[in-house]
Antibody, heavy 127, light 106 residues
Framework: QVQLVESGGGLVKPGGSLRLSCAAS????????MTWIRQAPGKGLEWVSY????????YYADSVKGRFTISRDNAKNSLYLQMNSLRAEDTAVYYC????????????????????WGQGTLVTVSS | SYELTQPPSVSVSPGQTASITCSGD??????ACWYQQKPGQSPVLVIY???KRPSGIPERFSGSNSGNTATLTISGTQAMDEADYYC?????????FGGGTRLTVL
């Protein structure tokens, strides 16, 4: 069965760095795009970044662009998020999610959605 | 940037039909999906590509998308359906979530 297990969260001071990992199993990791999504305490879901199956293409939300870097190691079935220059507003539970793309008859891709999610890892940015 | 708007809360009586809306500019020209999140748990995909149900999702969950509005409909709502629901779309390489709707089953 598909499993996604995040790790690496914790308490970090503003301006600090943290690297999150997501270990995948139960599917062919290299066939799928992967995505990081976060949720601040008591708030809604916020997309952070996604990466193509080969790792050659990445997209970021404006809120993290230039500070966060997504990467993957297909040989290790692992997804990563390097977070630098952390701010209090980055405090959240960070989820990794398997990402499915769909091509319609008129465009490809037409959409992406997330069919499996990890349990999340909490990142707290505070002095 | 593209935005999706959901009502903060919806209430429904057990056994009745709940409808949760998600509004965005020409959303009907895109594909919408929906996630259910119960307290302390990770989100679960309940509808994708406007109206498709993943395996294991009960038939009482259905979706539609037309014009500027996507709708998640839960027929015969059960107490276990009480949760937060989020719509999501993809626009110009960017993933967009709605703000979420808390469904209360009274």
């Amino acid at each position: 069965q598909v499993q996604l297990v995040e790790s690496g969260g914790g308490l970090v001071k503003p301006g600090g760095s943290l690297r999150l990992s997501c270990a995948a199993s139960g599917f062919t990791f290299s066939d799928y795009y992967m995505t990081w999504i976060r949720q601040a305490p008591g708030k809604g879901l916020e997309w952070v970044s996604y990466i193509s199956s080969s790792g050659s293409t990445m997209y970021y939300a404006d809120s993290v662009k230039g500070r966060f870097t997504i990467s993957r190691d297909n040989a290790k079935n692992s997804l990563y998020l390097q977070m630098n220059s952390l701010r209090a507003e980055d405090t959240a539970v960070y989820y990794c999610a398997r990402t499915v793309g769909y091509c319609s008859s008129t465009s490809c891709p037409s959409t992406y959605y997330f069919d499996y999610w990890g349990q999340g890892t909490l990142v707290t940015v505070s002095s | 940037s593209y935005e999706l708007t959901q009502p903060p809360s919806v209430s429904v009586s057990p056994g009745q039909t709940a409808s949760i809306t998600c509004s965005g500019d020409k959303l009907g020209d895109k594909y919408a999906c929906w996630y259910q999140q119960k307290p302390g748990q990770s989100p679960v995909l309940v509808i994708y590509q406007d109206n498709k149900r993943p395996s294991g999702i009960p038939e009482r969950f259905s979706g539609s998308n037309s014009g500027n509005t996507a709708t998640l409909t839960i027929s015969g709502t059960q107490a276990m359906d009480e949760a937060d629901y989020y719509c999501q779309a993809w626009d110009s390489s960017i993933v967009v979530f709605g703000g979420g709707t808390r469904l209360t089953v009274l």
